[in-house]
């Protein structure tokens, strides 16, 4: 996925209030950004933009030199393939196993089952789950479940992560795990764009950091 592009992006909804204001800003390809800012700053609203959840006002959302607003639904699942979310509040399935939480956006692509097999073991291998993969999700901790919807946010390689607020039910130490794991795959190519209100944290990963006040930018950092 190449580099994103947001120009003069408004997103107002019915009631008038605006929730993104003329925003520009791009992402390059394979580099890691945290959006921050305070509760309805505008964060979790850009996200859904640039996973095609929403479409602006106004302005244009581009990735690769296409806008993707103006994306036909019958295009819309073949973007997101290229997707992974991750979000505070797992969503994972407790009455299926670990390991059949993770092989979900496999099965639905169609997947053959020992090319599932693989990717699964892939992916929890390198969240360090591998040993836990016939485990039901309540049988693990906070952090652990993380680990999992992290393992199946990024089982089907995707060119661009979004994580919305991934460590806002963790302790610090937990946290400054699951970052280091997103830098991980930033490492590997992906495209990692985080949302999170935890400045001390993002300030300490040294990466750039792009702050929202009021559905407005006001600065980025690098």
């Known amino acids: 996925m190449a580099e994103i592009e947001l120009h003069n992006v408004t997103r107002k909804f019915g009631n008038g209030a605006e929730a993104l204001g003329n925003v520009s800003v791009a992402f390059e ?12 700053a505008g ?16 302005g244009q959302v581009l990735v690769g030199g296409v806008d993707i607003s103006q994306l036909a639904e019958k295009y819309i699942p ?5 997707i992974g979310v991750v ?3 797992h969503h994972l399935l407790d009455e299926r196993t670990v390991f059949e939480n993770v092989a979900v956006p496999l099965r639905v692509m169609g997947m053959a089952d020992r090319d599932i097999e693989r990717r699964v073991r892939a992916a929890l291998s390198a969240v360090s789950l591998l040993e836990k993969e016939k485990l039901y999700p309540p049988l693990l901790s906070t952090g652990e479940q993380q680990r999992v919807g992290i393992a199946r946010a990024v089982v089907n390689r995707p060119k661009l992560l979004l994580a919305d607020e991934p460590t806002g039910n963790l302790d610090p130490d937990l946290s400054r795990d699951i970052m ?17 209100h935890d400045r ?20 980025a950092n690098y």
């Open 29 to 40: 390809s394979g580099s890691m950004t945290f959006l921050t800012g305070h509760s309805g």
């Open 180 to 196: 280091e794991l997103f830098e991980q795959f930033k490492l590997v190519g992906t495209t990692v764009i985080i949302a999170s």
């Open 87 to 89: 979000f505070q509040d």
């Open 78 to 82: 073949v973007f997101r393939q290229n």
């Open 43 to 58: 964060k979790s609203t850009l996200l859904k933009l640039l996973l095609r959840l929403d479409v602006p006002t106004r």
């Open 200 to 219: 001390e944290l993002i300030n300490s990963m040294g990466k750039r950091i792009i702050e929202l006040d009021h559905g407005r930018l006001m600065g």
